[in-house]
């Protein structure tokens, strides 16, 4: 079976950046699984599977428009420095978690002075160009169980953007 709509897809990978650094990987025995077109992977990547077979392996290179954008600065946020916990030594490139209405929010520190925090809450690898290694382990048809499984990807919570009910 090739990959193709609403196929489950299992895939070996290695994720780097140009700069060569490893940011993610499947581990030995445990390929990363979904149901293909279902928007469960960014675009990029699903885009270059369609078609591939069990054993087919490729490089792909994601661009940051089909992987996680580029950089937004509205999402770079001022915040004073006296809402972090006190004896906290702030530095750029720390992570920290918001409260916001659908659950955490996660950021990253970018700049820090005596009275305020850059706060940045794009994704970490926002303009980022991908490097994929992959290896297709697995395709066959998505269960029943799979396929429904996406009509209710918002969690057991109320879901306003998708009007899941409480």
Do not use: W
Not at 29 to 55: R, W
Not at 127 to 138: D, P, Q, T
């Amino acid at each position: 079976m090739k990959v193709q709509k609403n196929a489950f897809v299992a895939i070996d990978y290695t994720l780097k950046l140009d700069s060569g650094e490893l940011v993610d990987q499947s581990g030995p025995g445990q390929p990363l699984g979904f149901v293909y077109a279902s928007g469960q992977i960014i675009p990029g990547l699903e885009k270059a599977l369609e078609g591939m077979e069990v054993g087919h392996e490729a490089e792909v290179t994601v661009e940051p428009e089909d992987g996680y954008g580029q950089k937004n600065e509205f999402l770079m946020r001022e915040i004073a420095r006296n809402e972090f916990p006190d004896g906290v030594d702030l530095t750029p490139g720390m992570t920290f978690q918001a409260s916001g209405p659908h659950g955490p929010i996660p950021f990253r520190i970018d700049s820090v002075t005596d009275d305020k925090v850059v706060a940045d809450f794009n994704h970490p690898l926002a303009g980022e160009r991908l490097n994929f290694k992959v290896k297709i382990a697995e395709v066959r048809e998505a269960t029943d169980a799979e396929l429904e499984a996406l009509q209710h990807a918002c969690s057991d919570a109320c879901c306003a953007e998708c009007g899941e009910e409480c």
